[in-house]
């Protein structure tokens, strides 16, 4: 149960946010319960579309972008990004079940993005101050400084879903996924 409203249909959400929401609705066909909550505040909404929009523009590759999602859900411990990110990266972004639990392990089977996997699980553990080393590492797998910048506002971008959900208790509308890894 939500802590606090979640709109049942676009109508009850505040004026403002119904047209983002409309538009969440064309591009997906259905508007997750995430958006629904999120629409309480018209604000919160527009910069959360606005931020992912521009990242969509950037240089990471869609799986990538979806391996980091899960990594940082699975440290942040959220139900909610854990289900819509395994059903993304399996259905969208075409990773397999091992790449999946390889990404929430906090690592990829491909090389180069199990750089960037292990750097955004070192931003989210270190909070932001993350080594030299780590920062090097991702650099030497071949991130470009522009790449870097795009990881950290990917991981900054997830944290803020995994924290609206969790505290706010967002209904899970994804294929449920267990929070645990083996």
Not at 8 to 29: C, F, M, N, Q, W
Not at 87 to 106: H, P, S, T, V, W
Not at 131 to 154: C, F, M, N, R, W
Request: proline letters at 5%; charged letters at 20%.
């Amino acid at each position: 149960m939500t802590r606090i409203a979640l709109p049942a249909t676009i109508d009850d959400a505040p004026d403002a946010s119904r047209p983002l929401l409309e538009a969440v609705k064309t591009s997906l066909g259905s508007v997750p319960n995430l958006f629904r909550i999120t629409a309480n505040s018209p604000a919160a909404l527009a910069g959360y579309l606005e931020l992912n929009g521009a990242l969509s523009k950037g240089t990471l590759p869609a799986a990538t972008r979806e391996r980091i999602a899960l990594a940082v859900a699975q440290r942040n411990g959220c139900a909610y990004c854990l289900s819509a990110h395994s059903y993304i990266a399996q259905n969208l972004a075409k990773l397999d079940e091992a790449e999946i639990m390889a990404n929430r392990k906090g690592g990829s089977t491909d090389p180069k993005a199990a750089a960037a996997v292990r750097f955004a699980v070192a931003l989210v553990e270190a909070r932001g101050s993350v080594s030299e080393a780590e920062l090097s590492a991702v650099k030497l797998a071949g991130y470009s400084d522009a790449q870097i910048v795009e990881i950290i506002a990917h991981v900054a971008l997830n944290t803020l879903t995994n924290y609206l959900n969790e505290a706010l208790g967002t209904p899970v509308d994804f294929p449920a996924v267990t929070r645990d890894v083996a």
